[in-house]
């Protein structure tokens, strides 16, 4: 799309492509030019922006500042779009709210969000809004579906981006081979024009060296007759001379002419390069026909699941309106518990201070009562004690306490005497007229006070004794049970709430745990498919695969390396030749790097095991990467030191004492284009003169 579209999606989330950047890339993959990066900060000046670097206060080990050397800030996303033209290959521009990220081609709008913040919020509403709880769980599983459908649509984008960028590189590569090819065919054409031009001088030369020869001939022939003594020393030399020249101009002849011949041969093959690298332009071209279709259908995919991802928006945001009616109802509710809790919480201030009134009235009461029975128990032995002393006194002690009662005498029945009822009737008639008179004299006694002395102390253990066998009471009953009622409750509710979160933890790890099996099988799947070609790549041909040990155990599987060079059957790994193995293993770190690409990367001596073929490849595919990763590779073969941008080395000199030296070779080949420039024209000026 356009940069205006764009900017129009600045509040949305995803990649862009800028249609404006499509194009041959012309851009340096070693991080701009410095005429790159003077265009880099005008541009920043003039959008008010800066590099990431400057704001860097602290970096003890320059970590900080490597990782950001090819960052810049922009204050927004259009700034960032006019920026984006003179943006070095590998740079990036990002906005000061961070919601876009552009490099060279692309745009990324934004922010990304925690998966974790989002499953707790979903939690949450689970618990606030169960009414909805259907709903929302529909809702979810669309948006399940299209996020799975954009990712997989987002997946099949970067596969064919990937392979943009590799058709991309390989045309680059056809084209620098068909530029450098023009210019040596160019080149061997002026030196072929240059040599012709020469063979028709020194064939012009010799012609007219031929006719002179001829004229001398004459001359010598003219002149036999005549006395050899006469023939001039001028002659003599003259005729030497001309011999001389023309065995020197057959001479300059025979080598034009096989210059001419190694120029021939060298502009045949020129051409025969030349015409390999249109075929591979061709190559290019409909490998990228192919990549542009494959992105339209991308694009066509991406815009129906961006339509399905609105329409469950839509019903997002119903279920979100229904869910802000649901969750204003709720504190409502809220509002009348926590009005009823607080009205609970008077009661049960007041429950409390009742049941305390309770407990000391029950206290009270327990007193009272162990009162009333220590006198009913001492009434009652009083009683008895009466009632025996009474029944010892015998008919004198009846009849007193008959007439102090006012009681007539109780007098023995002759017919039950006669019936033989004997002394058993007489004791019983006797207890009763006594108990009925102390049942009246009793209230009369309690009203006055006693005349007599205090119970025998014998009297006062039986009764003591008999008090303690019938237990007191625990007045600490009801504190002991409110606090073992309360720590019931506390670990209840501990309870309770460590089942919850043990509940919610482990649906959280099945989360994470479905999360990382998604995204393992994604970038394994990506890395498969990267590893395969660049196998492929280095070694031009055959094949090589990933496979799982244990695909339904994502945590303890292994991962296979299967692989069939060219020419041999597949095999394992470890049944490969050493630099076979070696070469395997450039192969998976080069895919790891083209799948999720590092700022920079140390290489060491990897590129021993490998032959002079190897090598080359092995550099094609350095080059490539080199585009998004920079590159430090310790090595000591020439083909790898070749290719390098950069070289540094360590010497010892005459003092013993070690330094590093550097080398730009960009330099060292201007400096050596512009020396060969000068020897040419000093070359040609001498032919000139």
């Known amino acids: 799309m356009d940069g205006a579209a764009a900017v129009a999606l600045a509040g949305e989330r995803g990649h862009l492509v800028v249609g404006e950047r499509i194009g041959p890339a012309d851009r340096s993959s070693g991080g701009g030019t410095a005429a790159d990066l003077r265009r880099l900060d005008d541009g920043l000046v003039a959008a008010g922006g800066g590099r990431l670097v400057d704001a860097v206060r602290r970096d003890p080990n320059g970590a900080v500042r490597a990782l950001l050397a090819r960052c810049v800030w922009v204050p927004d996303i259009e700034a960032a779009l006019r920026l984006q033209p003179v943006l070095p290959a590998g740079w990036l521009a990002i906005t000061r709210d961070g919601g876009a990220v552009v490099d060279p081609l692309t745009v990324r709008v934004g922010r990304g969000d925690s998966p974790l913040e989002r499953r707790a919020e979903a939690d949450q509403l689970a618990r606030e809004v169960e009414g909805l709880q259907a709903e929302a769980e529909a809702a979810e599983r669309e948006q399940e579906a299209s996020t799975a459908a954009a990712t997989e649509a987002v997946t099949a984008l970067e596969r064919a981006r990937a392979t943009e960028s590799a058709a991309a590189a390989r045309r680059r590569q056809a084209e620098e081979a068909e530029r ?17 031009a020469q063979a028709e001088r020194l064939s012009a030369e010799a012609a007219r060296a031929a006719e002179a020869r001829a004229a001398l001939d004459a001359i010598a022939v003219s002149g036999a007759a005549a006395p050899a003594g006469r023939r001039t020393d001028g002659e003599a030399e003259a005729i030497g001379a001309g011999e001389a020249r023309v065995a020197e101009l057959r001479a300059r002849r025979d080598r034009a002419a096989a210059d001419v011949a190694t120029h021939d041969r060298a502009r045949r093959e020129a051409e025969a390069r030349r015409a390999r690298a249109e075929a591979a332009v ?17 694009g066509e995919r991406e815009r129906t699941a961006g339509d399905e991802r609105d329409a469950v928006g839509g019903e997002l945001a119903a279920a979100q309106a229904r869910e802000t009616a649901a969750r204003a109802a709720m504190e409502a509710l809220l509002a009348d518990d926590r009005a009823e809790r607080a009205r609970l919480a008077e009661a049960e201030r007041a429950a409390t201070g009742a049941r305390e009134r309770l407990r000391t009235a029950d206290d009270r009461a327990r007193a009272a009562d162990v009162a009333a029975m220590e006198s009913r128990l001492g009434l009652d032995a009083l009683r008895e004690q009466v009632l025996v002393e009474l029944a010892g006194l015998g008919e004198t002690g009846l009849r007193h306490l008959g007439e102090a009662a006012g009681l007539e005498p109780a007098t023995t029945d002759e017919t039950g005497a006669e019936a033989g009822l004997g002394a058993d009737a007489d004791t019983s008639v006797e207890s009763a007229a006594l108990e009925a008179a102390l049942d009246v ?61 043990i509940t919610k933890t482990r649906a959280l790890i099945a989360d994470l745990d479905q999360l990382i099996a998604t995204q393992f099988r994604a970038t394994f799947a990506a890395l498969e498919v990267a590893f395969d070609a660049r196998f492929r790549q280095l070694f031009s041909g055959g094949f090589a695969k990933l496979s799982l040990t244990d695909p339904a155990d994502l945590a303890s599987t292994g991962i296979e390396i299967t692989a069939r060079p060219p020419g041999k ?34 290489l060491d001596e990897v590129d021993a095991a490998l032959d002079e073929a190897n090598v080359g490849r092995f550099t094609e595919a350095l080059r490539e990467l080199a585009e998004r990763t920079q590159f430090i590779v310790i090595t000591h073969n020439r083909g790898t030191i070749e290719v390098a941008d950069a070289l540094y080395g360590v010497t010892v000199g005459d003092d013993s004492a070690s330094r590093v030296i550097s080398l730009r070779l960009d330099e060292a080949q201007a400096i050596a284009d512009h020396r060969r420039s000068e020897a040419r024209s000093v070359l040609a000026g001498d032919r000139a003169g």
């Open 282 to 298: 061709a190559l290019a071209e409909a490998r990228m026909a192919v990549v542009d279709r494959d992105l339209a259908a991308l």
């Open 180 to 196: 450098g090819t023009g210019r040596e065919l160019e080149a061997a054409a002026r030196e072929a024009a240059w040599h012709a």
């Open 569 to 602: 059957k597949p095999q394992a790994l470890s049944m490969l030749s050493g630099g076979e193995r070696a070469l395997t293993a450039v192969a998976l770190l080069f895919a790891m790097l083209e799948v999720r690409p590092a700022p920079f990367c140390v």
């Open 441 to 501: 004299l009793a209230p009369r006694w309690a009203a006055e006070p006693p005349a007599t002395e205090a119970p025998s102390p014998g009297r006062l253990t039986v009764l003591r004794r008999r008090f303690h066998e019938l237990g007191a009471a625990n007045p600490f009953a009801v504190d002991e049970y409110r606090a073992v009622r309360e720590r019931l409750e506390s670990l209840d509710t501990q309870d309770r709430d460590l089942r919850e979160a």
